[in-house]
């Protein structure tokens, strides 16, 4: 699930504090109601938590230029300071004490003009307007864990909602509600979607004006790594498939519980295609915490898988170039173990250096032997590096174990 955190985390090494959350959110209930036309967003949301520890302070991060009017905890006011700290960078940070929340829940209103979004991501634009985390829309806390959310949405008439979750709608009213935990609420709004079917109809292509020759590539790729992934791996969870693709050729391809949001150039080239493709993987690669340095038993797998499609599909000359391009990446990066002991994450090393601690596990053990360990990984849900190291074992040995343990040391 791609997260592509690729970007949340090119944010640089950040520290993360506990696996044991000291407060968790658990849903955010929500009515946004946006105009474009006034490039205001309205929100309203109620926050449930599953734990709140009485003597913290609840810190949330949302858009810096908004202007709260409401925030309140079982019909009482509650009292909050501000501060300017960023997550993202163009957010801030509302505090609240939390012995003064009594049902477990907050209620908050705000209201913030779309185009002081500073992110040149995802900047306000009528046409395309993509609200994720990135641009800190709603009010987050990464620490606080992966959450649910049903959300609805008033819009101006001819505009359409896709995004990550269950969307459905009548006239100018949306709702998307997502039941698997997760950790952003992304959409995109636009009145001018273009939309092909793909993969007979499990994946849904929305765009603006891509050529033919380009969703007709598209339509072809989604298929075939699609059809692999599935012969390699056996089948990942059900449901469908939204891909929104761009072509803004923004740093930042991201994917979310059956969404993808994928930036391309004008036209769809081999890069793209390997975006797309870990992008696809991240439908079996999501299992592990994405907050800490387990995340890349998610990142590295996809990025890694990817790089196998694309041998599939193109050849040796293809790979031994991702494996050049492997090896120039992770030049100087810290090595897993290093992220593991100092409790930091780095997307380089999440990414790229695990996939080459990847590939080299290939080389030792063969090709063959390699696909049906990553099915094992896959559908025995491992989600954590030391069963990853079990697993390596039974399979493979002590000695194989080891070879692995000090490549994480690299
Ligand atoms: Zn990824």
Redesign the pocket.
């Known amino acids: 699930m791609?997260?592509?955190?690729?970007s949340i985390f090119t944010l640089g090494i950040f520290l993360f504090t506990s696996f044991l959350f000291s407060q968790k959110i658990k849903h955010y209930t929500g009515t946004i109601e946006i105009s474009i036309e006034k490039h205001l967003l309205n929100a309203e949301f109620i926050i449930s938590f599953e734990h709140l520890s009485k003597s913290d302070e609840l810190k949330l991060f949302f858009p810096k230029s908004a202007t709260i009017s409401e925030i309140s905890s079982n019909a009482k006011s509650l009292t909050y300071t501000i501060t300017e700290e960023s997550f993202v960078g163009e957010d801030k940070a509302i505090l609240i004490k939390n012995k003064n929340i009594t049902d477990g829940k907050i209620h908050l209103k705000y209201l913030f003009d779309l185009k002081k979004i500073e992110n040149k991501n995802f900047p306000f634009n009528k046409d395309w307007l993509e609200l994720n985390i990135y641009n800190a829309w709603f009010p987050f806390n990464l620490d606080y864990g992966l959450f649910t959310y049903d959300i609805n949405f008033i819009l101006e008439n001819e505009l359409q909602l896709i995004g990550s979750g269950q969307v459905s709608n009548t006239t100018n009213s949306w709702k998307m509600s997502q039941n698997i935990p997760f950790l952003d609420i992304p959409f995109i709004i636009s009145s001018k979607f273009k939309s092909i079917s793909a993969a007979k109809k499990k994946v849904n292509v929305y765009h603006l004006n891509l050529e033919k020759n380009t969703t007709k590539t598209l339509e072809k790729n989604i298929e075939t790594h699609l059809k692999q992934l599935n012969k390699m791996f056996g089948k990942t969870a059900k449901g469908n498939l939204t891909l929104a693709v761009n072509q803004f050729k923004r740093v930042t391809s991201?994917?979310r519980k059956g969404f993808i949001s994928l930036s391309i150039g004008k036209t769809y080239d081999l890069n793209d295609d390997k975006t797309l493709a870990?992008?696809i993987a991240?439908l079996w690669?999501n299992k592990a915490e994405v907050s800490s340095w387990e995340d890349w038993l998610?990142?590295s797998f996809?990025?890694y898988t990817s790089i196998i499609l694309q041998r599939k599909q193109y050849g040796e000359e293809n790979f031994s170039k991702n494996i050049k391009e492997l090896e120039e990446t992770i030049k100087n990066a810290p090595s897993l173990q290093e992220l593991k002991e100092k409790n930091t994450k780095n997307q380089t090393t999440i990414?790229y250096k695990g996939a080459y601690l990847l590939y080299q596990l290939e080389v030792k053990i063969g090709r063959k032997n390699f696909e049906k360990l990553l099915k094992k990984v896959h559908q025995k849900e491992i989600k954590k590096t030391s069963d990853f190291l079990k697993l390596i074992k039974q399979k493979f040995g002590k000695e194989t174990e080891n070879f692995i343990i000090n490549e994480l040391t690299k």
Do not use: F, P, R, S
């Open positions: 791609k997260i592509h955190l690729k991201y994917a870990h992008e991240h690669w998610n990142e996809a990025e990414t």
